[in-house]
């Protein structure tokens, strides 16, 4: 990353301008305004030059960026339209030390001499006119130890120098030279306190184009990164990502990204980038020796502090550590940057060195430098919450299956002898009965009524863990001949105590497992005939409507779900409040209730329902029965229902 | 843990069929690990690259070899670029070679000194994109 140029010196640094007047020794003007010019005269003082130069250099200050064009520009302009010999622009050096040429006419390049590169503020017009942020003016007619003339020319010349001034500080000083008997006078000087004011226009033009493509290019870096961080949440390829995508695009020789725990005593270097074409590609060290001052220093970067060093000041690292880097690597500078993810003894480290070249980050490159690394955080730490509920998700899943498989195999295991005792108690019922009493046949009555609940048990849990796995193919069904043969089933318990069954006149096509559906109907029915109590007048409604609701669904689904939503109704004991939710988990039963069943009825039929993505939910109050409602969704060829549709059921009356 | 070397460097170039025949490029820095990193993208040009990590040195091959390019750094512990510049400029006029200066200093001045003093052919700065640098000397040797 380019550094910036430093216009902005510190004050202790700056030349003190002295802002007492100086009295420039101006010769007097031997003419008056109006007169013809004596030879020699120039011609700064008629107003068309100087509009052309200046012209130029504004013309020039909006066609280019380059500063170095605008002023030769200036340069070649003076010396023609102006008729001044020689013209010079320096510029002060960043180091503060002399003035540096920047551009020169009026002499051929070859012979300028390179000590004149750089000219020293003491002894040198342009010198003067930096130092007192004042015209300068200067008769070199002998040559003197303590001046020397621009470009160190021997003839008699005069010089004059105005200040290049950047919010009022001299930056630069624009000097013009004449031979003798040619004179300046005073108009010269405001002429080039004028042009210097045009360059200085220039510069901050140039530095600001300089800044905002800077500035750019800082903000294509981030958002790409952001892209790139965006696009992986697996923490092991992201760091992977990270430490190529940072080390390339900021130009580091070498990039890692260490993971510093404080209370295991560990450093673990796994992710680094190499630039291609280094030479020296000795990897870094999978684990750094966490020795006393790898502790401090790691404590510090905890707090947030950025670490550099470089050869010149390598002291903010571990002398062994610097040492190890300059020495083996070759790295001339380092920057080392904590990525605090809010973990208490854990954070990440990242850390870009150079090779070529001792690296000076400027401040904006700083700026940039935490922009990046607060980014970085932010995916680490989103990429560990994934992680962790990542292998919680995995773990919940093989405990699941495990259970499964369980249920599955004991159930199945069970069956065998269970079909024994039963085989055996039916056999003594038949071929004995005659030789037992009556106590007997009660006990092997007691038996056989077991054996059978048993069985049934088992087949009911096998079928608990079969509905999540072997499925029939759906068909397209007609609800109500499900209906009608599991009300058939049913009759006998329908009979019982006559309940009377209310259905609609009409009934939907779904699209489902009729042997599922089947099972649905058949649980939810033999429920509501079961809880019925001490009802005097029983009643069962069954009835259904389509739905069409909008789903909050990630990622979001503009069309809206097609549903069509059935409900069972009784007029039973109803379920308390505390207890709805419990009956859906298997093996709850009641406790209050008086009744047969195995209790796995209602978590079978849920499972049924959600797998096929639809719900499960009962409403219901103590004494006032209960409804149970449950959803299918529609096929998608089906035709699409208006969004928010609540049609009123369709159940007779 | 590092990348495998094989696959990070570039294929090496072919063998010129007349080394003679190629511009010669001089490549002057006083960091080993900088010359070697520019003679590796170099060797995908049609140029002999010879490198020297001492100015002085670097004047006298300019001298006698006349290289076509020089690609010079300006940080230099002994003598700076500038005056290697000079000195060769100075020493044999009719070498003129083209000038890249490859350097870690970016600002105004130094920019302003190489377009309109030195009046070099171009100006990059470290750290230096391989592509960039690729499509310079391309464009310098054309």
Redesign the interface.
Known sequence: ???????AQSPAARPQPNLAPATPAWPTPAMTPGATPEPGRLTCRQPLPLLEVTQLITRQTALTT????I??AAVDAMQQHLAYERVAIH?V??TNQHL?????AGVP??Q?P?TD?HLPFETSTPGQAVRTNQVAYFEHLAARPDRTALFNLAAPTSELSAPIRQDHHPVGALTVSVTRPARLEKADGDCLTFLAEQLAAA?RS??LYRAQAERAARESLLTDLSRALNSSLELQPLLTQVVATVGERL???RCHISQVHLNRRTVLV???????????????P?TLPFTADVEQMAQRLHTGQVLVATEQQPSALPSSLWTHYNRRY?V?SLISLPLLTGRANFFYLLTLM???????WSQDDLGLLHGIADQLALALRNAELFDASQRTAAALKTKNAELETFVYTVSHDLQTPVVSLNGFATLLQKQYAARLDERGLAYLARIAANTEFLNRLLQELLELSRVGRLEAPDETIAVGQIVEQTINDLANQLAERPVRLVQPAAWPTVRYSPVRLRQVFANLLSNAIKFMGTQPEPVIKVGWRPLARALFSVPPTAAPAQLVEFFVKDNGIGIAPDDQERIFLPFERLKKVEAPGSGIGLSIVKRIIESRGGALRVESAPGAGAAFYFTIPLPPEAAPLPPGLMPPYQEAT | MSQPADAQRPEPAPAPPDAAAQPLVLCVDDDPWTLKMVSMILAHLPVTCLTSRKPQEAVELACRLKPYLLILDLVMPQMNGWETLEKIRAACPDAAPRVLILTAKDNNLERLMAANIARVDMFLTKPFDATELLQAVARLIK
């Open positions: 990353m380019p550094a910036v140029v430093a216009f380059d500063l170095a064009q002023f030769v510029l050096d960043t540096t040429l920047c551009a020169a390049l070859e300028i390179p590169y510069i140039t530095d130009k580091a020789d796994e992710h680094e980038y190499l630039n291609p074409l280094l030479a020296e590609r000795r990897a870094h999978k070759s001339r150079q090779v070529t070249h001792a690296r000076v």
